[in-house]
């Protein structure tokens, strides 16, 4: 597939950009150059071949999984001391819908 210097024009127009006769001509010729190494790239055989998540062989690092915080109940007693309304540990908060 390759385009024409019209079709170049038109999506041009399309998407509101506005481009001189030799800036359409060599985007002319790197849209077609795209195209070309598409068409290259689809002619590959890729059966049997299965699909791969990352190009390199690689695992991913992973951290200790250890608690690393103090004693919740500490923090939440300290963040419910300065709230303006608690109950049973929970933040109570004004109706918003009827």
Excluded: C
């Amino acid at each position: 597939m390759s385009l024409t210097l019209e079709q170049v024009h038109r999506v041009a127009h399309l998407a509101r950009i506005e481009i001189s006769e030799t800036e359409a001509q060599s985007t002319l010729g790197h849209l077609n150059g795209i195209f070309s190494l598409i068409e290259e790239m689809q002619a590959v055989d890729t059966q049997g071949v299965e699909p791969m998540a990352h190009a390199q062989d690689l695992a991913q690092r992973l951290r200790a999984d250890h608690v690393n915080e103090s004693d919740g109940l500490d923090q939440r007693s300290a963040f419910q001391a300065i709230a303006p309304e608690t109950e049973a540990g929970l933040y109570l908060v004004p109706k918003v819908i009827e």
